[in-house]
Each structure stands twice: as C-alpha cells, then as structure tokens.
C-alpha cells in the first residue's frame, strides 16, 4: 500500500517538546519533496516545514528556530522536532511528499497543497497554556 503514516502527536504544556514521524510505505522514488503542513480549526492548512532531495530545508517564520525537518529520503522516515512549543502550534499536522513539486520552499503563494500527491491522515498536536 502507498501512502503516509504519521505519529507522535500529543499534548504538551507551553514550552514543551515533541517530535513527530512520518513514515514513507511504497512510494516510487526516493528523492522529492516531503514536508509538513498544518491545520488548526477554523484555518486553512499551511506549510510549516519542507526538506527537498538536496537537503535544503525551508519553515514558516512562525516556527524559525523553534521546529527541525529531517529526512534522509523518500523512502526512509520523516521527522520533525518541534522545541518551545506554543498554544498557537495546536493543529493537526499532516505529512506530504511529492517527486516534483513546482516548489519545495516554504514562501506563502508558491506552496500549493495540489502539488503535493501523497498524504498522510494526521496526527493532533495540543499545546497548553
């Protein structure tokens, strides 16, 4: 079966961490585009970090500093390990990989979710205050 599998959603206080993982099942290529994106309620879903197959990794100004993509490739798992998390992280966050995106870069209206063919269901991330 081709597809996404994502864990390590939780609930953690302000400040806490979590690293959530995304494993790769069948996909045919190894090298493209993965990323995270998120959705809290009420919003749309947004990039929040993508690593390309050259490793170049690009986030959201809201998580700098704060979250780190990792990936060796398409078909080994993906992580991303948020530090200093804030109420305002709470979303579900969704894994995507795509062999050829128009765009693997994390700048608002060049990410386009339709370029991105697989998906994984979610994982929830809760941060209180």
């Known amino acids: 079966q081709v597809g996404l599998l994502e864990s390590g959603g939780g609930s953690v206080e302000t400040g806490g961490s979590l690293t959530l993982t995304c494993k790769p099942s069948?996909?045919?290529?190894?090298?493209?585009?993965m990323g995270w994106f998120r959705q809290a309620p009420g919003k749309e879903r947004e990039a929040v970090a993508l690593?390309?197959?050259?490793?170049?990794?690009t986030y959201a100004d809201s998580v700098k500093g704060r979250f780190t993509i990792s990936n060796v490739n398409a078909k080994n798992p993906l992580y991303l390990q948020m530090n200093n998390l804030k109420p305002e992280d709470s979303a579900i966050y969704y894994c995507?990989?795509?062999?050829?995106?128009?765009?693997?870069?994390?700048?608002?209206?060049?990410?386009?979710?339709?370029?991105?063919?697989?998906w994984g269901q979610g994982t929830q991330v809760t941060v209180s205050s």
């Open positions: 690593i390309d197959d050259d490793d170049t990794t």
């Open positions: 995507a990989a795509d062999e050829f995106p128009p765009s693997c870069t994390v700048i608002p209206g060049q990410v386009d979710l339709d370029d991105f063919e697989y």
């Open positions: 069948g996909l045919p290529y190894s090298g493209g585009c």
